[in-house]
């Protein structure tokens, strides 16, 4: 009695449906890996105008004595994130610019990535609430650190 051979291959349906699978797999991976990465870059962003508007505080503590801003400037600046104010004359006092380079060479900001413009700045300034008491605040535009 002869005996028959048997295929012991993969049929084409059963090739293409792992094919399939694994498009759909690496499909839904990549989109996760991309999402942590952009996750990452927006949170590195962040940590490095932290970082930015500390050393410009400090900076500001010791380079510029810098007077009370009036109420309608310090509100609209810090709250409404609205810059139109800081080139007005009547408020050049109450804050300072401070560009990303200049803080470098302070050795107050390291920015070995070069992730940060050099030649953003950062505002300094004094906020002052409706009952006349002041604190210190820095505004960094989000376009600043974002390489």
């Not at 005996?3 to 989109?31: H, P, Q, W």
Request: hydrophobic share 35%.
């Amino acid at each position: 009695m002869k005996m028959k051979k048997k295929n012991s291959g993969f049929t084409l349906v059963e090739l293409l449906a792992v094919v399939v699978i694994l498009a759909v797999v690496i499909t839904l991976a990549s989109r996760s890996v991309f999402r942590i990465i952009r996750n990452t870059k927006e949170q590195t962003a962040f940590e490095m105008r932290e970082s930015l508007k500390e050393a410009a505080l400090t900076y500001s503590f010791t380079n510029a004595h810098l007077t009370k801003c009036s109420v309608s400037f310090s509100k609209e600046l810090y709250e409404n994130k609205n810059t139109s104010h800081i080139n007005d004359a009547a408020n050049a006092s109450c804050l300072t610019k401070i560009r990303v380079d200049t803080l470098k060479e302070a050795g107050l900001f390291e920015d070995n990535h070069e992730y940060c413009n050099n030649s953003d700045t950062v505002v300094v300034y004094r906020y002052t609430d409706t009952y006349g008491n002041s604190e210190y605040k820095t505004y960094a535009s989000d376009s600043a650190c974002t390489n």
